[in-house]
C-alpha cells in the first residue's frame, strides 16, 4: 500500500490549501481515508476521516470542524483535505492514512507527511 500526500506549503493565517492522498495498493473505495497531524513537541493527532463509497460520513476533529472539509474521488482513488481560514496552530506534518478508526490515533497504513506551515 502506497499513499502519497502533496499539497503542503506556507500560507498566511486566513489562507487555505488543499491536500491531497493518491493511494494504490488497496481497495480504495471500501477504505475509509483519513488525515492526522503532528506539530512540533506534540503528540499526533486526529483531523478528518471520511467513509467508504461514494458519499461517505465525514468526520473531523472540533479544532478543524467548519474550517476544514474532506473528500474523496473514488475514481481517481485520491482523498483531499481543503483547510480553510487557517491558523498558526494548523501548523504541523499532515499524514493521509488509510483504514482510520475516526477520533483515535489508530489507521492501517500510513503515507509520508506533508509539511503545512501557516504564518501570523
Known amino acids: 500500500v502506497q499513499l502519497q500526500a502533496s499539497g503542503g506549503g506556507l500560507v498566511q493565517a486566513g489562507g487555505s490549501l488543499r491536500l491531497s492522498c493518491a493511494a494504490s495498493?488497496?481497495?480504495?473505495?471500501?477504505?475509509?481515508m483519513g488525515w492526522f497531524r503532528q506539530a512540533p513537541r506534540k503528540e499526533r493527532e486526529f483531523v478528518a476521516a471520511?467513509?467508504?463509497?461514494?458519499?461517505?460520513?465525514?468526520n473531523y476533529a472540533d479544532s478543524v470542524k467548519g474550517r476544514f472539509s474532506i473528500s474523496r474521488d473514488n475514481a481517481k482513488n485520491t482523498n483531499y483535505l481543503q483547510m480553510n481560514s487557517l491558523r498558526p496552530e494548523d501548523t504541523a506534518v499532515y499524514y493521509c492514512?488509510?483504514?482510520?478508526?475516526?477520533?483515535?490515533?489508530?489507521?492501517?497504513?500510513w503515507g509520508q507527511g506533508t509539511q503545512v506551515t501557516v504564518s501570523s
Open positions: 471520511i467513509g467508504s463509497w461514494s458519499g461517505g460520513s465525514t
Open positions: 495498493g488497496l481497495t480504495f473505495r471500501r477504505s475509509v
Open positions: 492514512a488509510a483504514g482510520v478508526v475516526p477520533y483515535s490515533d489508530r489507521a492501517d497504513y
